[in-house]
Nanobody, 129 residues
Framework: LQFVESGGGLVQPGGSLRLSCSAS????????IGWFRQAPGKEREGVSC????????NYADSVKGQFTITRDNAKNTVYLQMNTLKPEDAGVYYC???????????????????????WGQGTQVTVSS
C-alpha cells in the first residue's frame, strides 16, 4: 500500500508544475493527504494538506498563495499545482496519508511526519535556469 507521485521535472524559475499523487492498493477518500518535500541536506518538511472531503486545505507559510492542493476522489488522486516556482522550491516531493491524527489536531503542513504513512518514492522537482 503506497502512493505513486508523478509530474516532477526541470522547470525554469517562475514556471509551473502540477504534481499527482495516486493511491495504489487502497481508496484514499477516507484520508486526509499531505504533500511534503525534501531538499538535499535538509529535513523533509510539510507543504500542504487536504482533508478527506477536499473542503479544507492547509499550507505551509512558505507556499501560501503559490501552491494549490486539490483532490479527485473519483480518480483516487491528489494534486499539487505549483506556480511561480523558485529555486528554493526544488527537492523531492512526496505525498502520504494522515493515518495517525491526534484528536483535535487536523491534518496540516505542520503536523509531525510520524502521523503520516503510505509514503511513495517521491518525484523530483528541479528549478533552474
Amino acid at each position: 500500500l503506497q502512493f505513486v507521485e508523478s509530474g516532477g521535472g526541470l522547470v525554469q524559475p517562475g514556471g509551473s508544475l502540477r504534481l499527482s499523487c495516486s493511491a495504489s492498493g487502497f481508496i484514499l477518500d477516507h484520508y486526509a493527504i499531505g504533500w511534503f518535500r525534501q531538499a538535499p541536506g535538509k529535513e523533509r518538511e510539510g507543504v500542504s494538506c487536504i482533508m478527506s472531503s477536499g473542503t479544507s486545505t492547509n499550507y505551509a507559510d512558505s507556499v501560501k498563495g503559490q501552491f494549490t492542493i486539490t483532490r479527485d476522489n473519483a480518480k483516487n488522486t491528489v494534486y499539487l499545482q505549483m506556480n511561480t516556482l523558485k529555486p528554493e522550491d526544488a527537492g523531492v516531493y512526496y505525498c502520504a496519508a494522515h493515518l495517525r491524527p491526534v484528536f483535535g489536531q487536523p491534518c496540516s503542513a505542520y503536523r509531525p511526519l510520524r502521523e503520516f504513512d503510505y509514503w511513495g518514492q517521491g518525484t523530483q522537482v528541479t528549478v533552474s535556469s
